[in-house]
Nanobody, 127 residues
């Protein structure tokens, strides 16, 4: 059974850090590019970052560039999102998603261009 499971969310003060993990099971994560999305209450799901199959290309939304770092460990079938200098506006449910090669060249930030999704992990940035 194909599954993505996010972990690492929680409550953190502004300026703090969290590392999210996205563990895949039922398929080899190195066959897929992996994206991170987030959705705040009342807002649409937005693309945060994406990493290519072999980690040689990464993409970031302007709102997180310089603060977030995406990485992957294909041997562990896991992708990470290191989030530093967190801001209250980063508060959201964070999702990871996998996209196959059929979506190559398409917009990484569009949810429709992904095959599999995790259930999400809550990140709250507040003092």
């Amino acid at each position: 059974q194909v599954q993505l499971v996010e972990s690492g969310g929680g409550l953190v003060q502004p300026g703090g850090s969290l590392r999210l993990s996205c563990a895949a099971s039922g398929f080899r994560v190195d066959y897929y590019a992996i994206g991170w999305f987030r959705q705040a209450p009342g807002k649409e799901r937005e693309g945060v970052s994406c990493i290519s199959r072999y980690g040689d290309a990464t993409y970031y939304d302007n709102s997180v560039k310089g603060r977030f770092t995406i990485s992957r460990d294909n041997a562990k079938n896991t992708v990470y999102l290191q989030m530093n200098r967190l801001k209250p506006e980063d508060t959201a449910v964070y999702y990871c998603a996998a996209r196959g090669t059929r979506y190559s060249g398409t917009d990484y930030s569009a949810p429709r261009n992904y095959d599999y999704w995790g259930q999400g992990t809550q990140v709250t940035v507040s003092s």
